[in-house]
């Protein structure tokens, strides 16, 4: 953040010209007053506290009343490193989170597709798509409770009637983490739906009539016209998704608990009983500042192979 | 550049941490004027059943018109993230003056050194009126840190009609042992129906209470030196109830992983003649059963060592940072009289803590027999050892909880719950 | 269009969204029958999605309880302000970042990334010691202020993808016919974004309004609770819960949102064609 008001590092090298010097100058005088408005509530709300959230990670820092905290460099992170609690929770993370974003996307382009085509009733269905995104989570974990409920639910009361025994999704250790899946799913449809369906209007009708002259059907011209040109709003939506979900605890925590026998015990989940339950916030945001880094990792190597792949398919 | 940037690193963490201790002697928000005027007390209630907060209203009207110099004011909170609040709000020195919550929750407040030390300010009366079972599951090194209000035990309820069918007698007396129990599941179990369905998917806290009825304390000592021993009383508990599950058949296992609540409807339906619930479902099954159902209360169930439970009460702190503790405690003491807290007891269905209490009850609940086997229940209520145990909470989150469930699931044998308990407090506590 | 289908794709397509629509809108819709069961019909094994016995006692029970209208009321002011003035605040910023690029788009970039990846948990204490120090704790201005903060990553990201694609030619012509960036701001960028900053506004008023955590922790007094505090407090002690009055007070709580949908929805559809992720 402190980029704007540091004068520019001595790289100018490009432009020697005066004149476009003043210019660069007023450019960054322009560019201060459009961003300080936004700055100010993002430096105060957010950048003060993720930095002190980030450097507690470097310390014993607890809850308890006039605690005192010492720095001690990376003792958090050595502990951490033979946590293997934290590993497995970690390991259950990535599997919620990489399920929920690549199903939701699979879920949400059939659906974007549908939406985009010529079918009636459009404002209609619009709406209807957008459910998931208007209730409240605590709503929609205790909604999916009752569907999921073993007695009395109407999901095995349906299997039952038509003669297939019900299944105890929630608390069966098979079945508990694909249940979940399925709710995040769920309620990251219609977000993801819209920016496909926006994505999917930006591309110019001409592409699919020249493909369609060319004889391609619609699934060819689904897989050589419409994939391509989405391929950067795919790209950065399933990132998103993956950062969201991975990040979010509350909707797992009102349906599982992170049971059964730690079946659902994501990140996020683990990082609170540290931080709240057991009061150690140092150790705690230790954890953090390692799943920062290790999402980051993954993002950039994910982000680099894709863009790597367009880059072939361009050319 | 580098170096400096360590530095700089260095400096920001402690500048973080400052801000973060520099905070923490805040005082409560409900000071008030220091001056002549009235003072005000802020009194976090979480009490949400209508009648219980009308109840409280009453009381704390009451105190305001005795009291015209020490006013109280009750603020409303809910159960439902309780504890995350509390814990900002006294991190952040924002806490209210009197806090209810209950006793293994607010232990880690105590610890941190949050709450006041009431040995000198509950009136005495009181202090002789509550048996020591239960001031021991709010005394911490020596403190006590709340006033227990109302308390609650594990009940069996039964479907008098399937247990007719059985062929078995309701059974009578003070008590039932764990034997009686199982022949009776045994007895009530048909293909059409499982004689228990008892909600465990939060098994830990029933478990850790009913084995106080096989002596299995689990811990030794206390604070940050604690022990475990996790041996055949401690493995009672679980055992019974996973081999009624698997061996005799007879406790329904969908329902371990369940709710208390989602396993009422399995009763209300006669899908099982008996469930294990908190003593507080009384009321709830008193509204909600359909109407033919008919129901009763079974004698507590009692171990080895008799019909002894874990103590775990609602409770009534005050912030030791409030300028006003001394008023606190004496709003307390009114708050908690006979009459008064046995209204709150009677509003939601618990067992209130002191014998006067108990008496006025009784009397309120007239010859209700769910009320008499509620009340009975109360007398075996101990202060559990795990309650001073530091790191309590996180074993009971991220080791307990997870290996009950495997085992209540048929997923590991019983050594290696031991072990995973065992082992896993190595972990947590190390 | 471009080449006519066979008959059998039309009914399969309409059958397919049909499948799609009964899995994304049927919780609702068993949340809706929920509310008006009755508590013995919700604790029973039934499962009806037509309620035995309509009971309508529900909706009464969840206005009469815990302030749910003043919490509704707060929730209304709370989100619709936090989307006034998240539009407003990262309007020009989004078009700082797309335009002028450079460091400040890169460290706005990591920024973004890092604050959606950091555990909300972590930074709870810390943000209420900053609000607490600038007296903002307990007050639903530090809330909105918060919220804004918060969604202020996204709505950045979503609104520099549309500035990015409006064609920087436009703006070169009104500078060639003198004017100051703040005009050509308003003049020319903001009626094209126009579709754009309805989505931003329905992305952070549906957040505002269903937002939990954040509301509990900085809330003290009831009086300014918002919805999904009040609907929490159903929830009660140890299986305490209140199913019916809950459903009820939980389609209360969605209704808005859906109306803002349905208004909203033709700009909607319409705004996304910019292309919100490219730039």
Not at chain 1, 29 to 47: C, R, T, Y
Not at chain 2, 350 to 364: D, F, H, T, Y
Not at chain 3, 48 to 59: G, V
Not at chain 3, 140 to 168: D, K, N, R, S
Request: hydrophobic share 50%; aromatic share 10%.
């Amino acid at each position: 953040m402190t980029v704007i008001d540091t004068p520019a590092a001595p790289t100018p090298s490009k432009k020697p010209a005066k004149r476009i010097g003043a210019r660069v100058r007023a450019q960054r005088k322009e560019a201060i007053a459009l961003v300080i408005p936004a700055l100010l509530p993002i430096i105060v709300f957010s950048a003060i506290p993720l930095i002190s959230g980030v450097a507690l990670g470097f310390t014993d820092a607890t809850l308890a009343r006039n605690a005192e905290t010492n720095f001690v460099g990376l003792d958090n992170f050595v502990a951490l490193g033979g946590d293997t609690r934290f590993w497995g929770s970690f390991g259950i993370g990535l599997v919620w989170a990489g399920s929920v974003a690549g199903l939701t996307l699979i879920s949400a382009m059939g659906l974007a597709l549908l939406l985009n085509s010529d079918l009636k009733l459009k404002s209609l269905t619009r709406i209807l798509a957008l459910i998931p995104w208007a209730m409240p989570p605590v709503v929609i974990a205790i909604v999916w409770r009752m569907i999921y409920n073993p007695n009395s639910g109407p999901l095995n009361g349906t299997l039952e009637f038509f003669g297939i025994p019900g299944v105890n999704w929630l608390g069966d250790f098979s079945t508990a983490l694909p249940a979940v899946i399925v709710v995040g799913v769920w309620s990251g449809i219609p977000q993801t739906t819209v920016l496909l369906l926006a994505g999917m209007q930006s591309i110019a009708p001409e592409q699919h009539e020249a493909a369609a002259v060319d004889g391609a059907g619609a699934v060819r011209r689904f897989w050589h016209v419409t994939l391509p040109a989405l391929r950067p709003v795919i790209i950065a939506v399933t990132a998103l998704d993956f950062i969201w979900q991975f990040n979010s605890f509350g909707l797992i925590y009102v349906l599982t608990e992170g049971g059964p026998g730690g079946q659902t015990m994501i990140p996020p989940l683990f990082t609170y009983l540290e931080a709240f339950r057991n009061r150690e916030i140092g150790y705690a945001s230790a954890m953090g500042n390692v799943l920062v880094l290790a999402i980051l990792v993954i993002l950039s190597v994910y982000l680099v192979n894709q863009f790597r792949q367009n880059r072939k398919v361009r050319a | 550049m580098k170096r400096f940037r360590g530095i700089g690193a260095i400096a920001l963490a402690g500048v973080a941490a400052l801000a973060l201790a520099g905070c923490q002697q805040g005082s409560a928000s409900g000071g008030g004027g220091e001056g002549d005027g009235p003072i005000t007390l802020e009194f976090q209630s979480l009490s949400d059943q209508p009648t219980t907060q009308a109840a409280v209203k009453e009381i704390v009207d009451q105190w305001n018109t005795d009291n015209p110099d020490v006013q109280v004011s009750i603020v409303q909170g809910g159960w439902d993230g309780a504890y995350d609040k509390l814990i900002t709000q006294f991190t952040g020195g924002t806490a209210p003056d009197i806090i209810h919550f209950e006793a293994s929750s607010i232990v880690s407040f105590a610890q941190d050194g949050y709450l006041a030390d009431l040995n000198d300010l509950v009136a005495p009366d009181l202090k002789s009126d509550i048996s020591q079972g239960i001031w021991d599951s709010v005394t911490q090194d020596g403190k006590i840190i709340a006033y227990p209000s109302t308390l609650q035990s594990y009940m069996v309820f039964a479907n008098a009609d399937l247990l007719a069918q059985a062929g078995v007698e309701v059974p009578s007396g003070d008590s039932m042992t764990w034997d009686q129990f199982e022949e009776i599941a045994k007895a009530t179990t048909t293909p059409e129906h499982y004689g228990v369905g008892w909600g465990l998917k939060s098994p830990t806290a029933t478990v850790m209470s009913m084995a106080l009825g096989f002596d299995g304390g689990f811990f030794e000592g206390g604070g940050a030196d604690a022990s475990i021993d996790v041996g055949d009383g401690e493995l009672a508990v679980p055992g019974r109830i996973h081999d009624m599950a698997y061996a005799d058949k007879s406790i329904d296992p969908t329902s371990l992983t369940q709710s208390g609540s989602d396993v009422l409807a399995s009763f209300y339906g006669g899908k099982v003649a008996m469930t294990v619930q908190g003593s507080f479902q009384a009321t709830n099954m008193a509204k909600d059963a359909p109407e033919g159902l008919n129901w009763v209360a079974l004698p507590p169930i009692a171990g080895t060592a008799g019909a002894v439970q874990a103590a775990n009460p609602q409770t009534y702190s005050i912030n030791v940072d409030s300028p006003h503790v001394q008023e606190s405690a004496d709003f307390l003491n009114f708050f908690m009289s006979g009459d008064n807290l046995a209204k709150i007891a009677y509003a939601d269905a618990l067992i209130p803590s002191s014998g006067e209490a108990r008496a006025a009850v009784e009397k309120l609940a007239g010859d209700d027999q769910a009320w008499k086997q509620v009340l009975a229940s109360g007398e075996g209520l101990e202060g559990p050892p795990f309650l001073k145990v530091s790191k309590y909470q996180e074993w009971k989150d991220t080791v307990a909880t997870p290996a009950l469930q495997q085992y209540l699931a048929d997923q590991i044998s019983k050594d290696q719950l031991a072990t995973q308990l065992t082992d896993g407090w190595a972990d947590v506590n190390g | 269009m471009i080449a006519r289908r066979p008959r059998y794709a039309t009914v399969l397509m309409y059958a397919v969204l049909a499948a799609y629509l009964v899995f994304l809108g049927f919780p609702l819709l068993w949340l809706l029958s929920a509310s008006f069961k009755s508590s013995r019909e919700l604790n029973s094994l039934s499962v009806n999605l037509i309620p035995i016995e309509w009971d309508f006692s529900n909706y009464a029970n969840a206005l009469d309880r815990q302030n749910l209208v003043t919490a509704f009321g707060n929730s209304m002011l709370v989100a619709i302000v936090t989307m006034i003035v998240a539009v407003l605040l990262s309007m020009p910023m989004a078009y700082a970042l797309a335009r002028l690029k450079g460091r400040l788009r890169a460290a706005g970039t990591v920024w973004i990334l890092i604050s959606q990846v950091f555990p909300t948990i972590l930074i709870i204490i810390p943000l209420f010691l900053v609000l607490r120090s600038l007296q903002l704790n307990d007050t639903l201005f530090g809330l909105i202020l918060v919220y804004v903060t918060f969604t202020m990553p996204f709505t950045l990201w979503m609104l520099q993808g549309y500035v990015a694609a409006i064609p920087p030619e436009l703006e070169e012509a009104a500078e060639m016919d003198g004017a100051g960036r703040f005009t050509i701001l308003r003049t020319v960028i903001l009626p094209l974004l126009a579709p754009g900053l309805v989505a931003t506004a329905m992305f952070t008023f549906v957040s505002a309004w269903n937002e939990f955590f954040l509301a509990l922790v900085l809330l003290q007094s009831p009086e300014l609770y918002t919805l999904p505090i009040a609907l929490r407090s159903f929830l009660g002690a140890e299986g305490q819960t209140q199913l019916g009055p809950l459903a009820a007070g939980a389609i209360l709580a969605t209704i808005p949102s859906l109306v803002i949908f349905g208004i909203l929805q033709k700009k909607l559809t319409g705004g996304m064609l910019a292309g919100a992720v490219k730039g």
